[in-house]
C-alpha cells in the first residue's frame, strides 16, 4: 500500500520542502547551540579571616570574605578586591564568571565596608595592603590554590577603581602577585581628587616667577564629596553598590538593558557611594558609631583630618598632598614588573585617561609589561562588559598558567559612534601596537589652526553662577545623546573666551588629549589664591549644537599673575578623550573662568585670554586597525533559520498574492465594486456586515451613516490597511489587499493627516511623491498646490499650519498623480465655508473628469449638494444607494410653492393621511403618507389656493433620519 509523503501540486510540493529544510536546519541549530561547553560548576565558601588592626597591633579586624570554587582543582588564585562604598557582594558575579573559567576566587569586604569591621584608610599599605598581603597567605594555605613555593600562591589580582588601586599597591609591595589587571582606578589620588593639569610645560612672558602651576591643583568637589559621603555614614552589610549596566561594546547586539554582574570590575564610586549613603544600617558590633555622633564616620582620624582639611576650603595642605599620595599607587608603581593590564574608561570624570596614562608609564619605565585599554565606559559609562571581561580573563589566564596567546603590549581604544535603531550606541575597537601616551606621538599629532582673538572674561563674585561641565553620577545619561548631553552643559555668558577650528574636511579621530597655549593676563593682578580657569574642547555641529565628549575638563590653577597686566604664557593639556570628529564638524576651546563640579576661586576677578602666536590645536590620532569580534555563530545561524524560514512563507505569500490578485476583466473598467464585505473582531463584535455596493466612472459618491456605522473601518478595508472577516474589495477588477499594486491608481486621505511638521507643506508634498518611487512629472503639483489654496504659506513649515490647512494639504496630498479613485474621509473638517464651496466643486470638477470620487461625511446637507449618489450605512449594514434625488424622494415628502402658505397648510393637514405639514416662507412642506403628489395639488386647487411648483421635499438629512430609525414622528 503506497503512501503520498508529498503534495501532488508542484508549487505546493516546493513549498513543502522549504519549509521542511528550514525546520531540519533550525533544529540542527538549537543541537549545535546546546552542544557547547557548559560553564564549569562552581561552590562557594564564606569566612572570617583576622588579620591585625594596626601593625604590631594585638587588636583584629574581622573581613567578611567568600571564596568561589571551581570544578578542577588545584587552579590559580584571583584575588578581587571591589569598588569604593560596595562590598564582596558587589563582585560576587564577576568571581563567578572567573571561577567559571577555572580560577579560584577570593572576594572579601575591606575593613569599614560591608559585614567586615575596622576603619577605612584609603588603600594605606599599613592596614588595607596589609588585609590583602594576610589573604595572599590564606590562598597559600588552601590545597585547592596552585602554589609556586612555600606561602606563594600562584595569584593574580584585578578590581576596579578602589579595588584597581588596592591590586597596584599590592603588586608594587608584595612580590608573591604574578599579574595584575586594574580597571576604571587611578594613580594619584592627589592628582585624581585634585587635578593641576599633570605639570604641564610652561613658557612665560614678563616675569619668569609667574609661569610655575600652584602645587595644590583644583578641588573636584563634587566627586570627592560623592567619594568620601559612602564612608562618613555606618557600614551596609547588604553591599549594593552598583555601577550601572555594562558599557556599550564592539559587536553588541542586544537593546542594552543587560545589566551584567555587580560592581564587578567597575567597582563605580559615585554609584557605590550613591547605595552606601541610601540603605546603610545601623552600624554593627565592632564598627566604628554613626556618622552623626562621629563626624569622621569609617575614616581613619588622619584620613578625616585630610578631607576636612581640603573640603574647608578647597586647597590641600603639603600634610594631605602627602597622605594621598602615600596611599596612592604612584607611590610603588616604580616597583610593579609584573605583567599589566590597565583597562581605563573613556567616559570617566572621576579617573580619567590621564591616570591611567600615568600608571602604564611608570610601570614600563620600571621594565614592566603593559598592555593598555581604553573602553567605552567608566564611572560616568558602566563596567566592562563581557567581552572585555573576557580579555582580562584571558590576560589572567595566560600570565599564570601560560596557556592561550600572548594577549601582547598593545594598546586598544573604542569608538563610539552613533545611536543604532534600538538606542545603543555603536562601537567599533581599534587596536595599535604600542601605547603612544595621553597626547599621542608628536609624528601623528594633526594641528588644527584656532580662530577667535583677545577676550576678556570675569570670575564672578564666589564664583556664582558656575558653568556646567556635567553632574558626576549622572553624566551616563547623556551618553551618545547631543541633545541630552546639552542639557548637562552651561557656559554662562562673559565668564569663558572661545577659540574654534574651521569645518574638518575629512573625520578627525581624536585619542587622547590634544594640547594649546595660551596666554593669560589680569589687569590689576590676582589675589594669593590665583586664578582658576577651566577649558574643555566642545565638537560642534553644522547646525551649531555642542557636545562636549565625555563632560570632560581640564582645570588649571596659576599663582599669581603680574599686576601691570602682562601675560603668562601656558600650555594646557586637555582632557583625554576618544571622538571621531566627522566631516563639517568644528572643534572650539573653551576656557572658563567657573565649573560647578570644582572649587574655585571666589574673590571676582577679570581675565584677558588669547592665544599664543601663531598656536593651534594639536590632536593626538592614534592610527590602527579596527578588530572583528569574532564570528557570532549563534547569531549567525538564527540569521540564516530566519532567512529560511523568510524564504518559505515568501514563496507561500507569493502563491496565495497570484491567487488572490486575478483581476475580473469584467470589472476592469469599474472603480470600486464592494460584494458581501465582513469585518468582525474577537468578543462578538462586528464593524461591518454583509455590505455590497458599487461606485461607476464619474460618480461623486457620499458615504453616510451615523457613528458606529462602519465608514471608516470600510474605507480602512478598501486601502488594505485592514483585511475583511469575510467578502472582498475589487478596484478596477483587482482584488484588494495589503500592498496591492492598484492601489497606486487609488488618493486617499483617511483618518488624519500626518506630515513632518519641520517642513514646509511644498516639501511634504514632494516628500511623498518621491516615497512612491514613480516620475515627477507625474505628480502635477502644480494641481495639487492650486487644490490646496494656501498661497505663500504653503512654503511655511506645517507646525505653524492651522486645522483647516492641514486638511486643505492632505487634501492635496491625496490628489498627487490625479488618481482614478479618489477618497476621502470627512474632508470638510475644520474649513471655513468658503472653503467648503471651494471643495465642493474641486470635487465635482474632479468628477466630470470621468474620475471617480468616494466621500465620507457627517455633514449631510454638503453632501446633498455634492454627491451624485450615496450609500447609507447603519450598524455596519447597507440600508440605502442609489442617486440623491431617488433617495430624497423614497422619503415620501413633498413642497409645494403656493400662494396662501396658511390656506395651503389647513388643506394638506385635513386630507386624509398627510402629516408633518409645516411652512417655510411661500413653500409648504408635507409628508403625503403614499398620496400621490396630483392628488395633494387636487386638494390644494379644491380650497382655492395657487400652486406653482410641485415636487418631492430635496432634503436628504430627513432622508437620512428616516432610513437609520432615528426621525421624528
Known amino acids: 500500500m503506497s503512501r503520498q509523503l508529498l503534495p501532488r501540486d508542484r508549487r505546493t510540493r516546493l513549498v513543502a520542502l522549504v519549509l521542511v529544510a528550514a525546520v531540519v536546519i533550525a533544529g540542527g541549530a538549537v543541537f549545535w547551540l546546546n552542544t557547547g561547553e557548559e560553564p564549569s560548576p562552581v561552590r562557594t565558601q564564606d569566612a572570617t579571616v583576622s588579620v591585625p588592626a594596626a601593625p604590631n597591633s594585638p587588636d583584629q579586624v574581622q573581613l567578611d570574605t567568600t571564596v568561589f570554587i571551581p570544578e578542577n582543582t588545584p587552579a590559580p588564585a584571583v584575588l578581587m578586591p571591589h569598588g569604593f562604598g560596595g562590598s564582596k557582594n558587589s563582585v560576587a558575579s564577576d568571581a563567578r564568571e572567573l571561577a567559571e573559567r577555572g580560577f579560584v576566587v577570593l572576594t572579601y569586604s575591606a575593613r569599614g565596608f560591608g559585614r567586615s569591621t575596622g576603619q577605612i584608610g584609603l588603600?594605606?599599605?599599613?592596614?588595607?595592603?596589609?588585609?590583602?598581603?594576610?589573604?595572599?597567605?590564606?590562598?597559600?594555605?588552601?590545597?585547592?590554590?596552585?602554589?609556586?613555593?612555600?606561602?606563594d600562591p600562584r595569584v593574580g589580582v584585578t578590581g576596579g577603581s578602589y579595588g584597581g588601586a588596592l591590586s597596584l599597591l599590592l603588586a608594587g609591595i608584595d612580590k608573591r602577585?604574578?599579574?595584575?589587571?586594574?580597571?576604571?582606578?587611578?594613580?594619584?589620588?592627589?592628582?585624581?581628587?585634585?587635578?593641576?593639569?599633570?605639570?604641564?610645560?610652561?613658557?612665560?612672558?614678563?616675569?619668569?616667577?609667574?609661569?610655575?602651576?600652584?602645587?595644590?591643583?583644583?578641588?573636584?568637589?563634587?566627586?570627592?564629596?560623592?567619594?568620601?559621603?559612602?564612608?562618613?555614614?555606618?557600614?551596609?552589610?547588604?553591599?549594593?553598590?552598583?555601577?550601572?549596566?555594562?558599557?556599550?561594546?564592539?559587536g553588541q547586539e542586544d537593546d542594552g538593558d543587560n545589566l551584567g554582574g555587580q560592581a564587578g570590575a567597575a567597582g563605580g564610586a559615585g554609584a557605590d557611594a550613591a547605595a552606601a549613603l541610601g540603605s546603610a544600617p545601623p552600624a554593627g558590633p565592632g564598627m566604628p558609631g554613626n556618622g552623626a555622633a562621629n563626624p569622621c564616620g569609617r575614616f581613619t582620624e588622619q584620613v578625616c583630618r585630610a578631607y576636612q582639611d581640603v573640603?574647608?576650603?578647597?586647597?590641600?595642605?603639603?600634610?594631605?598632598?602627602?597622605?594621598?599620595?602615600?596611599?596612592?599607587?604612584?607611590?610603588?608603581?616604580?616597583?610593579?614588573?609584573?605583567?599589566?593590564?590597565?583597562?581605563?574608561?573613556?567616559?570617566?570624570?572621576?579617573?580619567?585617561?590621564?591616570?591611567?596614562?600615568?600608571?602604564a608609564r611608570q610601570i614600563a619605565a620600571a621594565g614592566g609589561k603593559v598592555k593598555t585599554v581604553w573602553y567605552a565606559g567608566g564611572h560616568d559609562g558602566g563596567k566592562p562588559g563581557p567581552r572585555l571581561r573576557g580579555q582580562i580573563a584571558d590576560w589572567l589566564s595566560f600570565h599564570l598558567t601560560g596557556t592561550g596567546t600572548d594577549p601582547g603590549t598593545g594598546f586598544a581604544y573604542d569608538v563610539q559612534g552613533n545611536l543604532r535603531a534600538n538606542g545603543t550606541p555603536s562601537i567599533r575597537t581599534v587596536e595599535?601596537?604600542?601605547?603612544?601616551?595621553?597626547?599621542?606621538?608628536?609624528?601623528?599629532?594633526?594641528?588644527?589652526?584656532?580662530?577667535?582673538?583677545?577676550?576678556?572674561?570675569?570670575?564672578?563674585?564666589?564664583?556664582?553662577?558656575?558653568?556646567?561641565?556635567?553632574?558626576?553620577?549622572?553624566?551616563?545619561?547623556?551618553?551618545?545623546?547631543?541633545?541630552?548631553?546639552?542639557?548637562?552643559?552651561?557656559?554662562?555668558?562673559?565668564?569663558?573666551?572661545?577659540f574654534t577650528t574651521a569645518p574638518v574636511e575629512s573625520q578627525v579621530l581624536v585619542t587622547g588629549g590634544s594640547t594649546v597655549r595660551l596666554r593669560v593676563s589680569a589687569p590689576g593682578g590676582t589675589g594669593p589664591e590665583g586664578a582658576v580657569l577651566f577649558a574643555k574642547l566642545y565638537d560642534v555641529s553644522q547646525d551649531g549644537t555642542r557636545t562636549l565628549p565625555a563632560n570632560a575638563v581640564a582645570p588649571v590653577r596659576l599663582p599669581s599673575l603680574p599686576p601691570d597686566g602682562s601675560p603668562v604664557e601656558v600650555t594646557v593639556t586637555l582632557p583625554g578623550i576618544v571622538r571621531p570628529i566627522d566631516p563639517g564638524h568644528a572643534l572650539q576651546l573653551v576656557v572658563s573662568t567657573t565649573d560647578q563640579a570644582y572649587a574655585g576661586t571666589v574673590q571676582p576677578a577679570t581675565y584677558r585670554i588669547a592665544l599664543a602666536d601663531g598656536a593651534g590645536l594639536a590632536v593626538p590620532v592614534v592610527p590602527g586597525q579596527?578588530?572583528?569580534?569574532?564570528?557570532?555563530?549563534?547569531?549567525?545561524?538564527?540569521?540564516?533559520?530566519?532567512?529560511?524560514?523568510?524564504?518559505?512563507?515568501?514563496?507561500?505569500?507569493?502563491?496565495?498574492?497570484?491567487?488572490?490578485?486575478?483581476?475580473?476583466?469584467?470589472?476592469?473598467?469599474?472603480?470600486?465594486?464592494?460584494?458581501?464585505?465582513?469585518?468582525?473582531?474577537?468578543g462578538g463584535v462586528t464593524a461591518v456586515k454583509n455590505l455590497s455596493f458599487r461606485v461607476e466612472p464619474g460618480q461623486v459618491l457620499g458615504l453616510l451613516g451615523p457613528?458606529?456605522?462602519?465608514?471608516?473601518?470600510?474605507?480602512?478595508?478598501?486601502?488594505?490597511?485592514?483585511?475583511?472577516?469575510?467578502?472582498?474589495?475589487?478596484?478596477?477588477?483587482?482584488?484588494?489587499?495589503?500592498?496591492?499594486?492598484?492601489?497606486?491608481?487609488?488618493?486617499?486621505?483617511?483618518?488624519?493627516?500626518?506630515?513632518?511638521?519641520?517642513?514646509?507643506?511644498?516639501?511634504?508634498?514632494?516628500?511623498?511623491?518621491?516615497?512612491t518611487g514613480r516620475p515627477a512629472d507625474k505628480a502635477h503639483f502644480t494641481e495639487a498646490l492650486e487644490i490646496a489654496g494656501l498661497g505663500d504659506?504653503?512654503?511655511?513649515?506645517?507646525?505653524?499650519?492651522?486645522?483647516?490647512?492641514?486638511?486643505?494639504?492632505?487634501?492635496?496630498?491625496?490628489?498627487?498623480?490625479?488618481?482614478?479613485?479618489?477618497?476621502?474621509?470627512?474632508?470638510?473638517?475644520?474649513l471655513d465655508p468658503p472653503q467648503i464651496h471651494q471643495m465642493r466643486e474641486v470635487l465635482q470638477r474632479y468628477a466630470a473628469t470621468g474620475r471617480t470620487v468616494l466621500v465620507s461625511s457627517h455633514l449631510l446637507a454638503e453632501v446633498e449638494q455634492t454627491c451624485s449618489h450615496v450609500v447609507v450605512m447603519h450598524r455596519g449594514q447597507l440600508v440605502a444607494s442609489g442617486e440623491v434625488g431617488e433617495i430624497v424622494a423614497a422619503g415620501g415628502e413633498a413642497t409645494f410653492r403656493v400662494d396662501e402658505p396658511e390656506?395651503?397648510?389647513?388643506?394638506?393637514?385635513?386630507?386624509?393621511?398627510?402629516?408633518?405639514?409645516?411652512?417655510?416662507?411661500?413653500?409648504?412642506?408635507?409628508?403625503?403618507?403614499?398620496?400621490?403628489?396630483?392628488?395633494?395639488?387636487?386638494?390644494?386647487?379644491?380650497?382655492?389656493?395657487?400652486?406653482?411648483?410641485?415636487?418631492?421635499?430635496?432634503?436628504?438629512?430627513?432622508?437620512?433620519?428616516?432610513?437609520?430609525?432615528?426621525?421624528?414622528?
Open 177 to 250: 602577585v604574578d599579574t595584575i589587571a586594574p580597571v576604571i582606578t587611578y594613580n594619584d589620588l592627589a592628582q585624581g581628587l585634585l587635578p593641576n593639569s599633570a605639570a604641564p610645560t610652561v613658557a612665560t612672558t614678563g616675569t619668569p616667577a609667574q609661569g610655575a602651576f600652584a602645587p595644590d591643583g583644583v578641588f573636584k568637589r563634587s566627586w570627592a564629596g560623592i567619594f568620601f559621603s559612602a564612608g562618613m555614614g555606618p557600614a551596609g552589610l547588604g553591599g549594593s553598590g552598583d555601577p550601572g549596566r555594562d558599557a556599550p561594546e564592539a
Open 432 to 498: 595599535a601596537p604600542s601605547y603612544p601616551g595621553l597626547t599621542g606621538d608628536p609624528a601623528q599629532r594633526t594641528q588644527l589652526p584656532l580662530n577667535g582673538g583677545d577676550q576678556q572674561v570675569v570670575n564672578p563674585p564666589g564664583g556664582n553662577p558656575a558653568a556646567v561641565s556635567g553632574i558626576p553620577g549622572a553624566n551616563a545619561l547623556a551618553a551618545g545623546s547631543s541633545r541630552l548631553a546639552g542639557l548637562f552643559t552651561l557656559d554662562p555668558p562673559g565668564q569663558s573666551a572661545r
Open 793 to 830: 504659506a504653503v512654503r511655511r513649515k506645517v507646525r505653524t499650519y492651522s486645522q483647516g490647512m492641514r486638511q486643505r494639504l492632505a487634501i492635496a496630498q491625496a490628489m498627487l498623480g490625479l488618481p482614478e479613485l479618489l477618497v476621502l474621509d470627512e474632508p470638510t473638517n475644520g
Open 626 to 682: 579596527a578588530v572583528s569580534t569574532g564570528w557570532p555563530s549563534g547569531q549567525l545561524i538564527g540569521i540564516g533559520v530566519t532567512l529560511l524560514v523568510a524564504v518559505a512563507v515568501a514563496v507561500v505569500a507569493t502563491i496565495r498574492r497570484r491567487r488572490s490578485d486575478q483581476v475580473d476583466p469584467a470589472l476592469a473598467g469599474t472603480p470600486l465594486v464592494i460584494d458581501n464585505l465582513t469585518k468582525a473582531y474577537p
Open 903 to 969: 390656506q395651503a397648510a389647513q388643506a394638506l393637514r385635513a386630507a386624509d393621511g398627510v402629516s408633518g405639514v409645516d411652512i417655510e416662507g411661500s413653500l409648504v412642506h408635507a409628508d403625503l403618507n403614499g398620496m400621490p403628489r396630483a392628488e395633494a395639488v387636487a386638494v390644494l386647487v379644491k380650497a382655492g389656493v395657487g400652486v406653482s411648483q410641485a415636487g418631492p421635499r430635496r432634503r436628504l438629512e430627513d432622508a437620512f433620519l428616516q432610513l437609520v430609525g432615528e426621525g421624528t414622528n
Open 311 to 359: 573640603a574647608t576650603d578647597g586647597r590641600a595642605s603639603p600634610e594631605t598632598l602627602a597622605l594621598l599620595r602615600s596611599v596612592s599607587p604612584v607611590s610603588v608603581t616604580d616597583r610593579i614588573t609584573v605583567p599589566t593590564m590597565i583597562v581605563q574608561g573613556e567616559r570617566d570624570t572621576l579617573f580619567g585617561l590621564d591616570q591611567s596614562d600615568a600608571t
Open 707 to 771: 457613528n458606529g456605522a462602519g465608514k471608516t473601518t470600510t474605507l480602512r478595508m478598501m486601502m488594505g490597511l485592514i483585511s475583511p472577516t469575510e467578502g472582498e474589495i475589487r478596484v478596477f477588477g483587482h482584488r484588494i489587499r495589503p500592498g496591492a499594486p492598484v492601489l497606486s491608481r487609488v488618493g486617499s486621505f483617511v483618518e488624519g493627516s500626518g506630515f513632518l511638521p519641520h517642513l514646509s507643506g511644498e516639501q511634504n508634498l514632494r516628500l511623498f511623491w518621491d516615497a
Open 123 to 151: 588603600n594605606d599599605p599599613r592596614f588595607e595592603v596589609a588585609d590583602a598581603q594576610a589573604l595572599l597567605s590564606e590562598l597559600a594555605r588552601r590545597p585547592d590554590v596552585r602554589t609556586d613555593g612555600p606561602d
